[in-house]
Nanobody, 121 residues
Framework: QAQLVESGGGLVQAGGSLRLACAASGRTFSSNFMGWFRQAPGKEREFVAAINWGDTRYYSDSVKGRFTISRDNAKNMVYLQMNSLKSEDTAVYYC???????????????WGQGTQVTVSS
């Protein structure tokens, strides 16, 4: 059974840090790319970061330099370290997996249920 389960969300003050984790099982972790998306209230789900088996990383311009994506293949985990958080980072964060890289949601086959991140100003 393919499954992605996110954890680590919560409430943090602006300027603070959070680390999100995504546990992958089944066919999801064998996917070449693992990614993070986010969806703020009233907005479309947007790309945040992605990483492939070769540890090539991709970031949106809005998080570059503040967020770091990583993966632990031995533990079937993907992480998103978020530093210098801003109020505009408030959103539900989703883990995703697919064999190909895409900046759009339609390009990802597997999705988690999401974890809420709230940044207070």
């Amino acid at each position: 059974q393919a499954q992605l389960v996110e954890s680590g969300g919560g409430l943090v003050q602006a300027g603070g840090s959070l680390r999100l984790a995504c546990a992958a099982s089944g066919r999801t972790f064998s996917s070449n790319f693992m990614g993070w998306f986010r969806q703020a209230p009233g907005k479309e789900r947007e790309f945040v970061a992605a990483i492939n088996w070769g540890d090539t990383r991709y970031y949106s311009d809005s998080v570059k330099g503040r967020f770091t994506i990583s993966r632990d293949n031995a533990k079937n985990m993907v992480y998103l370290q978020m530093n210098s958080l801003k109020s505009e980072d408030t959103a539900v964060y989703y883990c995703a997996a697919d064999d190909r890289m895409s900046l759009t949601t339609g390009g990802w086959r597997y999705w988690g249920q999401g974890t809420q991140v709230t940044v207070s100003s």
